[in-house]
């Protein structure tokens, strides 16, 4: 696809991957909806960006999604792309594992990405198609322990992308999961000791190269699919 003038939505653009997604989808000529709960980064994020549109919220609320969609018509009628990222990580074993915040990553990892994915696979099908990727995990298909909660967000909407991908396939609805390894983001800022230290994965992942994977997918021509991509450290093993 060409991307010049085409519109993306980006969820979690406040930092990490959603953010770098954002910054790259600009250079390739796009116009970006940007979301995330933290005002300030979408404020600072959209000047930086020449002025993406921008809308503050929780994708858990479910009228977010719609609203997004509805951003992206009223600023530049149209809506070509869904950058599905937002989400969290919640780990532990059997003793410690705080269940309710097990349930919190639950409804965003795996609720609001579902809504995301089917409202937005609405609108391409009745606007004539469109791209959603999603941000799974190398987890989404390899479980690890204490990994279990997060790997199964993930694993399920791995099971959604891949039967949305034989449903609309023909209707110009595509949809891929990218499964990154490990990452730096602000995802592990509150871990005791960060998993690139405590793994010796060194250098993790940066950002910028799940973004650059991610507008890969995006530029294969019209007949070309990408289900899936796994990017991972070099020294990821594990
Ligand atoms: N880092 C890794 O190693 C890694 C590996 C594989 C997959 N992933 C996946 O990559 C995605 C992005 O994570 P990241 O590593 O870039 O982490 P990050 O830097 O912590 O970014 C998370 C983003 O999600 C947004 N977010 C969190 N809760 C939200 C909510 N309730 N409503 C709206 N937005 C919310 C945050 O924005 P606000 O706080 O402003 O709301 C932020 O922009 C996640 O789906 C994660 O599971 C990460």
């Known amino acids: 696809m060409e991307l010049r003038d085409k519109v993306a939505i980006v969820t979690g653009a406040t930092s990490g991957i959603g953010r770098a997604v954002a910054i790259n989808l600009h250079q390739a000529g796009m116009k970006l909806v940007l979301t995330g709960r933290r005002t300030n980064r979408l ?3 959209s000047e930086t960006l020449g002025q993406a549109a921008y809308l503050v919220g929780d994708i858990v609320e479910p009228d977010v999604p ?3 969609i509805r951003t992206a018509q009223s600023h530049f009628n149209r809506c070509d792309v869904i950058i599905n990222n937002a989400g969290m990580i919640e780990v ?16 965003l990892n795996t609720e609001a990405a579902f809504r995301v994915i089917f409202t937005s696979c609405k609108y391409f ?27 199964g967000t993930k694993a399920a909407i791995e ?72 990017v991972l450290p070099e020294s990821q093993v594990t």
């Open 66 to 68: 719609k609203q997004l």
């Open 159 to 230: 099971a959604l992308s891949e039967a949305l991908r034989l449903e609309l396939a023909g209707t110009g609805v595509a949809i891929s999961c990218i499964q990154p390894g490990l990452v730096m983001s602000e995802i592990y800022d509150d871990w005791p000791v960060h998993p690139s230290k405590a793994r010796g994965i060194d250098p993790p992942l940066q950002p910028e190269d799940i973004a650059r994977c991610i507008r890969f997918i995006l530029e294969q021509p019209a007949h070309v699919r990408v289900p899936r991509l796994m």
């Open 92 to 107: 532990g074993e059997v003793p410690d594992i705080d269940i309710e915040k097990v349930c919190a990553m639950v409804r």
């Open 125 to 151: 099908l009745d606007n004539g198609g469109g791209h959603i990727i999603n941000t799974s995990s190398v987890l989404g298909s390899r479980v690890r322990q204490p990994f279990g909660a997060y790997a």
């Open 43 to 45: 404020n600072e994020l």
